[in-house]
């Protein structure tokens, strides 16, 4: 509805004005009708009518002075003269004043109609205009926000340096690194932190829970109120959220992310959920961390029934993560590597207790939660035992360091044997039970199966193909090819040329 102040010095005028026309029918209502011009000065400050229609001959102060004075303050308001004089000094005067129509009196109702209806129009296109300067006044802010958060999030995964002019000027920051069990606590944090007055916030998402929040003030006093009521609603024994805070400083927003994260990675190995600021206490570099346990490694301790090797290594790497303070996702990972070698060697009616411990692994807040985990792994294929059998393990394993090494002329049985942590004579025995052949015949296989390759496929010489799958001379490779094809290497290559034609 279009607001309408009624101005007119005789007061049957202005009852005839509201009775003239449906108002409302035609999106119009009445907020105010004044007999003289102070009044209606009270009401036009009052309401913000959007249009004015006016008596252009009052007492005291006329119709034109009135229509100045409202222009001097509004120039947007639509302004309908009404008068008994069409002398066209009035009319000058008026256009002067930008007004929106000059009725004579009496009014004729089609002729006001008219002239409301056009009026209406302008209305709704200068709000049209309105709406979508606003619109994009809105646009420009979110875009310029969202800049900044891909800024902030770059900032804090150390993938950038660079810092808009917007983040880098007068003002306190903090930065605070949340972890939380339920995703949607956020929600609420969220809530909290912005109903603190006079504080800016940034909350990003960086994976797995965790959360980074970054807030700035130019009073210090305000970060302060957020972080304690982070401190004293969230980060307790019974709630949710693990936090990591670095202190308050100016202008110092990387050194802040890196203290905010290594305040929550020393969280992580604490049997406590409590809230630190503390996050300079783990700058400094750290021993170089041992090397996790590699996959073909933890595959033949528990092949060869050492599974306690396993969890001595274990042990030991995990200590020195703790030690360290090593970032939560670097322990999460390993974990979960192991799970998937684990859940490689168990039955395979097993396969639905790892995909548990692996959604398991995701969640944790605790470090002795990763250890537990890991150990629940182990112990499902120690009770269970496993699909192949350790034999089977054995071979496999054996079969896949041949392929990828038996082509090198240093290749050799006593290097597989100690590859696998096995002796040559256990080795070359369980190989013979299980498969029938010897470990290497196998060897032998390997390398013939690839020189028919090169024989069919390249131009290389004799003396090449040998180099290649490791024999160290034409001699003894034609003879190892004659024995086991039962032609020689030129004689293959002619027929597989004749075939070919």
């Known amino acids: 509805m279009k607001k309408v102040l009624l101005v007119d010095d005789e007061s049957y005028m202005l009852d005839l004005l509201k009775q003239l026309i449906p108002w409302e029918?035609?999106?119009?209502?009445?907020?105010?009708?004044?007999?003289?011009?102070?009044?209606?000065?009270?009401v036009f400050h009052?309401?913000?009518?959007?249009?004015i229609i006016t008596d252009i001959c009052m007492e005291n102060i006329s119709g034109i002075e009135f229509i100045t004075r409202i222009r001097m303050q509004d120039t947007a308001v639509k302004v309908i003269i009404i008068s008994?004089?069409?002398?066209?000094?009035?009319?000058?005067r008026a256009l002067k004043l930008n007004v929106n129509g000059y009725l004579l009196k009496p009014i004729n109702r089609e002729e006001l109609l008219n002239t409301l209806i056009e009026v209406q129009k302008e209305l709704d296109s200068r709000e049209g205009y309105q709406d979508r300067i606003q619109y994009l006044q809105e646009s420009l802010a979110q875009l310029k926000r969202k800049y900044l958060e891909e800024q902030l999030l770059r900032l804090y995964r150390d993938e950038t340096d660079f810092l808009p002019e917007e983040i880098t000027g007068e003002g306190f920051w903090c930065v605070v690194s949340l972890q939380t069990i339920v995703r949607s606590e956020i929600v609420f944090i969220e809530q909290d932190i912005r109903s603190v007055q006079g504080l800016e916030s940034y909350i990003l998402f960086v994976?797995?829970?965790?959360?980074?929040?970054?807030?700035?003030?130019?009073?210090?006093?305000?970060?302060e109120e957020c972080l304690d009521r982070i401190r004293n609603k969230y980060c307790k024994e019974e709630k949710t959220v693990l936090c990591g805070a670095s202190r308050r400083a100016k202008n110092e927003l990387t050194v802040l992310c890196q203290n905010s994260k290594k305040a929550l990675h020393g969280l992580f190995y604490q049997e406590g959920i409590f809230f630190s600021d503390r996050g300079e206490v783990f700058r400094g570099q750290c021993a170089k961390q041992a090397e996790?346990?590699?996959r073909e490694q933890f595959m033949l301790w528990i092949v060869a029934g050492e599974?306690?090797?396993?969890?001595?290594?274990?042990?030991?790497w995990m200590d020195e993560c703790r030690k360290r303070k090593a970032e939560r996702e670097t322990v999460i990972r390993e974990v979960r590597h192991c799970l998937e070698w684990m859940k490689e060697i168990a039955r395979q009616d097993m396969a639905e207790e790892f995909e548990l411990l692996g959604q398991k692994i995701s969640d944790i807040?605790?470090?002795?939660?990763?250890?537990?985990?890991?150990?629940?792994?182990?112990q499902l294929v120690e009770i269970h035992g496993m699909q192949q059998g350790r034999a089977g393990i054995v071979i496999s394993r054996a079969q896949e360091y041949v392929k990828g090494h038996c082509c090198q002329e240093e290749f050799s049985i006593e290097q597989l044997a100690e590859f696998l942590h096995l002796s040559k004579s256990y080795l070359s025995k369980i190989y013979k039970n299980e498969t029938g052949e010897s470990i290497w015949n196998f060897v032998m296989?390997?390398?013939?199966?690839?020189?028919?390759?090169?024989?069919?496929?390249?131009?290389y010489t004799n003396y090449a193909i040998a180099r290649a799958i490791g024999y160290s001379s034409e001699y003894h490779f034609s003879r190892a090819f004659s024995k086991m094809v039962g032609v020689s290497p030129s004689a293959y290559k002619k027929m597989y040329m004749r075939l070919e034609e």
């Open 84 to 92: 008994a004089y069409d002398k066209f000094e009035y009319a000058q």
């Open 292 to 294: 996790p346990i590699s």
């Open 25 to 42: 029918f035609y999106g119009f209502s009445i907020v105010g009708a004044a007999e003289n011009a102070t009044e209606a000065m009270k």
């Open 365 to 378: 807040l605790r470090f002795s939660e990763a250890v537990q985990i890991w150990e629940e792994g182990l």
């Open 207 to 223: 994976g797995d829970g965790l959360f980074a929040v970054f807030l700035c003030s130019g009073d210090e006093g305000k970060l």
């Open 46 to 51: 009052r309401e913000s009518p959007d249009v």
């Open 307 to 316: 599974p306690q090797k396993c969890r001595d290594y274990f042990a030991h």
């Open 445 to 459: 296989r390997v390398r013939i199966t690839k020189a028919k390759e090169l024989l069919v496929g390249t131009d």
